[in-house]
């Protein structure tokens, strides 16, 4: 499918007010008033809080591509801090929070939130969860009456769904997390390798031999960027990936979901304005950045 295809379309201008939760500042201080702690805790916790209090190996395998590591020095120990209940509660009134100060009452408030909240909700409750898990967990939860929280909790629905989607076809591809992080970070489209590295928890060591091993499969060339082998590679995962995700845009019908992209591209113009994303995270030509 091309990135111009109107399902990931979509699925790109929505994204970002779903992701700017885990950059916000008031992330911390929120879930550190439930007792847990600052920094990647919160990220882990909040995220598979719908699946349970689930083990690190649960989570790395959902997650993907952080270093496995990271994730056993904050789970199991968070469910011990706060129950996932408390966690997935905390974190529906930071979204909305969030959401509320980069728009701005009158557009939070607004018949085009509104709009957003009803389209985006049809297309979420076209999702399966056969093969989906973190799908399935969080659409285990009740709905947000709010349109503004319900929107969020949409958007999260129609992510995860793709997320599970893309994981299977990284398998597919024979790329562990980490390959995975690499090559879409030699795209040029993602992170930085610096922000990468730290927030994904791998060091200098690991990602270096993470390299040589995509060398020696001939997917990135002498200077870590991506050959023409591994170029094709990741069109493929993502033409894929696409190829999973596009059911639940499709019910929309073609003039919904072009109302529907049409306000989440709005929205979301909003909030990168706003300064809902930080500029060294991400690589120059990242869709954050534009």
């Not at 076209?126 to 799908?135: F, I, K, V």
């Not at 790329?175 to 993602?190: E, V």
């Not at 060398?215 to 999973?244: F, P």
Request: proline residues 6%; negative net charge; aromatic residues 8%.
């Amino acid at each position: 499918m091309s990135s111009a295809a109107p399902p990931r379309r979509c699925h790109a201008v929505l994204d970002p007010l779903h992701s700017l939760i885990y950059f916000a500042p008031e992330a911390d201080e929120a879930f550190a008033e439930i007792g847990l702690r600052p920094g990647r805790m919160t990220y882990f916790a909040s995220r598979a809080a719908p699946m349970g209090a689930v083990s690190a190996g649960v989570v790395t395998a959902t997650f993907y591509n952080f270093n496995p590591d990271l994730v056993a020095r904050h789970i199991p120990r968070a469910w011990t801090l706060a129950d996932p209940a408390t966690i997935i509660d905390a974190r529906f009134q930071l979204a909305g929070k969030v959401l509320r100060r980069l728009l701005g009452d009158e557009v939070a408030d607004s018949a085009d939130v509104e709009a957003a909240a009803a389209l985006a909700k049809w297309a979420a409750q076209a999702c399966s969860p056969q093969g989906r898990p973190l799908y399935a967990a969080h659409a285990g939860l009740d709905h947000p009456a709010d349109p503004l929280t319900s929107l969020w909790h949409s958007i999260t629905l129609l992510r995860e769904y793709r997320g599970d989607g893309h994981l299977a076809a990284l398998l597919a591809a024979k790329l562990s997390g980490l390959d995975a992080l690499i090559t879409h970070q030699s795209t040029g489209k993602g992170f930085t390798q610096e922000f990468a590295q730290a927030s994904r928890g791998w060091s200098t060591e690991l990602w270096a031999a993470g390299i040589a091993g995509l060398q020696e499969r001939g997917l990135l060339d002498e200077r870590g960027g991506l050959t023409e082998a591994g170029t094709q590679l990741r069109a493929e995962i993502e033409d894929r990936t696409d190829e999973m995700a596009r059911e639940p845009y499709e019910s929309l019908g073609e003039a919904d979901l072009a109302r529907l992209t049409e306000l989440g591209l709005g929205l979301t113009r909003r909030v990168q304005a706003a300064g809902a994303f930080p500029a060294e995270a991400f690589a120059a030509t990242s869709p954050r950045k534009s």
